[in-house]
């Protein structure tokens, strides 16, 4: 079984020129899976990632790889001492070079001699393109080239910092979706940076959701999306219709009509989480609906009922037209609310 705390970071903190960029920010990662660190832009989650790496030294807190703490009080191991590999947004490669001499870059003779640079290139299904120069490949060559140069070392872990986000959609769901796949395969620990809820969903065996530098939830997608611990997070990580209600019991009045609670539900004023594929639309009154969208494999619905708009989604070509009036019913799980101090 792998350890639950193979990478460990703790109470770290960092400030820039007054700003505060981590608050008691921390992460656990069990040795051969990934964790996808996601929130918006500015919330920390790249200078947490680079306080892993040890490219940036935190004002407190620890960071430790299995037993050897990497980070703590007056302690600090250099990057290149940590056996911590990092793949950029940018592939960075170095355009005189070949890729073989690329893949290279940073290795000892006697790694090159071992033949680091073959196994690595194999790892990504690219050495029948060793001597090719970095101008002939395409962009996901590209990013797999340097996904090869971080493997070369043999890290103990492997960093990404939004390595997909300069691929078109189509190139960047293969490539993501052929890396997570060769790291499991090689059972490596990695860590995600991303803005992107879909992409942390896909590459992340857990999600750690981060806001202002703090780690707002931990979990893995299917726990973050069913129960977020907040309605920002549960925003965050889909679409969510937030409704007003009063409980009782585990059963909400809302709009909606009554909607079951979870076991933990609160009672009293309280917000409820309605996700839209919960959302069955019928032929009938109380709702009218007032736009439309088709995306080929669903189709979206915005529908007015009393001073609520809801956000309704619903497999296969559109039933209903602006204007309609529909009956919108409740048809999912037992749903999560919020106190309404939240």
């Known amino acids: 079984m792998s350890d639950s705390r193979f990478l460990v970071a703790e109470g770290v903190r960092k400030t820039f020129d007054g700003t505060t960029a981590l608050d008691d920010a921390g992460v656990q990662v069990a040795e051969g899976t990934s964790l996808a660190l996601l929130g918006p832009s500015g919330c920390g989650k790249t200078t947490l990632l680079r306080v892993i790496a040890g490219l940036e030294t935190p004002d407190h807190g620890t960071v430790s790889v299995g037993r050897e703490v990497l980070t703590g009080f007056c302690h600090h191991v250099p990057a290149e001492r940590r056996r911590v590999g990092m793949v950029f947004q940018d592939a960075a490669l170095f355009p005189h070079l070949s890729v073989a001499r690329n893949v290279a870059y940073g290795l000892s003779r006697q790694e090159v001699a ?13 050495a029948h393109l ?9 962009g996901g060559q590209g990013q797999r080239v340097a996904l090869a140069r971080a493997l070369a070392p043999r890290p103990r872990i492997l960093l990404f ?18 890396i997570h796949a060769l790291l499991r395969q ?7 940076v991303t803005h992107d809820q879909e992409e942390a969903f896909v590459l992340g065996d857990r999600v750690a ?3 202002d530098g703090r780690v707002r939830q931990e979990g893995t997608p299917a726990e973050v999306y069913a129960r977020p611990a907040d309605p920002w997070v549960a925003r965050f990580v ?8 009063r409980s009782d019991h585990r059963v909400a009045s809302t709009v909606l009509g009554r909607v079951p609670l979870g076991a933990d539900g609160p009672d009293g004023d309280v917000t409820v989480l309605v996700r ?3 959302l069955d639309l019928a032929p009938g009154a109380g709702g009218t609906v007032t736009d439309v969208a088709f995306y080929g494999h669903d189709s979206s619905y915005t529908v007015r009922v009393g001073d609520q708009a809801l956000l309704v989604r619903a497999a296969a070509a559109p039933r209903f037209r602006i204007g309609d ?13 919020y106190a309404s101090s939240h």
């Open 186 to 192: 090689v059972g490596m620990t990695s860590v995600f």
């Open 276 to 278: 839209p594929e919960h």
């Open 114 to 126: 071992a033949g680091r640079v073959q196994e690595a290139l194999e790892m990504v299904d690219l």
């Open 161 to 178: 910092d939004e390595p997909f986000t300069g691929l078109d959609t189509a190139l960047r769901v293969k490539v993501r979706t052929e």
């Open 209 to 211: 959701v981060m806001r």
């Open 130 to 138: 060793a001597q090719r120069r970095p101008h002939e490949l395409s």
């Open 238 to 245: 889909g679409e969510a219709n937030l409704l007003p209600g």
């Open 325 to 337: 009036e529909v009956d919108v019913r409740f048809g999912g799980p037992a749903a999560t609310a």
